[in-house]
């Protein structure tokens, strides 16, 4: 009997003893760090997506806009400026027109104008979408959107 006493011992034995999981421990604590890091960096880049800079298409805006007209408020012009006295009609060219809240701005010879300014002796009348009226030696000259 005590050849099985002492086979009895040695198993008792062994299974109070510890047994080696620190590597299987390291391990998962090692896949849990690296996981953590990729839903941070996941995280990261939605947020970044969401609350970062638009990115509009530059065919987005060119589908829009028939001409490219600076959305910036004209240089003061002096709109009291006496009418010359040349007869010869000014050769005008509208390229296009805007507006920004209710005052209408036109391109005229590469050059922004408003209603009153003057643009080689002619004063601007009336700006609409679809044209712009000046007057030239009491005439009307009506120059006609060349987008529309």
């Known amino acids: ?12 034995k062994n299974e109070n003893t510890p047994k080696a999981t620190g590597p ?11 996981l953590i890091i990729l839903i941070a960096l996941f995280s990261f880049k939605i947020a970044s997506n969401l609350f970062g800079k638009p990115k509009v298409k530059p065919s987005a805006i060119l589908a829009t806009a028939t001409s490219y007209v600076p959305l910036t408020p004209p240089s ?29 701005y036109a391109l005229i010879n590469n ?10 002796g002619a004063r601007v009348k009336e700006i609409n979408l679809e044209k712009v009226a000046l007057e030239f030696d009491g005439r009307i000259i009506s120059l006609t959107n060349a987008g529309r």
């Open 1 to 12: 009997m005590s050849i099985i006493y002492d086979a009895l011992k040695k198993l008792e």
């Open 24 to 34: 299987k421990k390291n391990n998962k604590q090692v896949l849990i760090f690296i």
């Open 76 to 104: 003061p012009v002096n709109s009291e400026e006496e009418l010359p006295v040349n007869l010869t009609e000014p050769k005008l060219v509208l390229s296009g027109s805007y507006f920004q809240g209710d005052e209408g």
């Open 111 to 120: 050059r922004i104008v408003k209603t009153g300014d003057i643009i080689q």
